[in-house]
């Protein structure tokens, strides 16, 4: 089992959960931010869940504060935002850092094993995207500018491989 299924975090409602229970999905972690000039990739990514979620795909958002201060809300407000302004039905979690000393264990994860441009590890902006495959291994790491949309043929290639 991946280091990456003995990890848990917060659900945006406060339930801890392990990602144990994604084990065998191919997962798409995004950190977002609800005041961002990507926000509107929330749209995306929910097309992507909805249209691969029976195939095997998890999409799992990581709302995050450390860009521009872009996520200042409550956990409540968020989902509510999410929820009224998308349509968000994938799995949604509590506030996370994802660089500095208060990273999150699941972004030391994946940062670690996809560093970004010339190596480094640090995220640089919201909707920094990670696609992990069945087994827990992160395949690649997409930067904010990457629409959801162009990672339909990674993902598929990902729900045809066996795990």
Same mark, same amino acid.
């Given at each position: 089992?991946? $280091? ?5 975090? +917060?659900?945006?409602? @406060? ?5 144990? =229970?994604?084990? %065998? /999905? ?6 977002? $931010? ?5 926000? +509107?990739?929330?749209? @995306? ?5 909805? =249209?691969?979620? %029976? /195939? ?108």
């Amino acid at each position: 089992m991946s $280091a990456l299924y003995d990890l848990s975090a +917060p659900s945006i409602s @406060g339930q801890d959960t392990p990602l144990a =229970q994604f084990k %065998d /999905k191919v997962l798409l972690i995004v950190n977002t $931010a609800s005041k961002c000039g990507f926000t +509107p990739q929330y749209e @995306g990514l929910e097309k992507l869940h909805e =249209q691969y979620v %029976d /195939k095997g795909l998890a999409v799992l958002g990581f709302p995050c504060n450390q860009f521009g201060a872009q996520e200042p809300g409550t956990e409540g407000e968020i989902a509510e935002f999410c929820q009224l302004n998308y349509g968000v039905s994938f799995p949604m979690f509590a506030k996370i850092d994802v660089n500095g000393d208060n990273t999150h264990p699941i972004y030391q994860f994946l940062k670690k094993s996809a560093p970004g441009i010339l190596g480094s590890e640090a995220i640089k902006w919201n909707f920094t995207k990670f696609l992990v495959d069945r087994n827990g291994k992160v395949i690649d790491r997409y930067a904010p500018t990457t629409k959801p949309e162009d990672l339909a043929s990674d993902i598929e290639k990902l729900l045809a491989a066996q795990s």
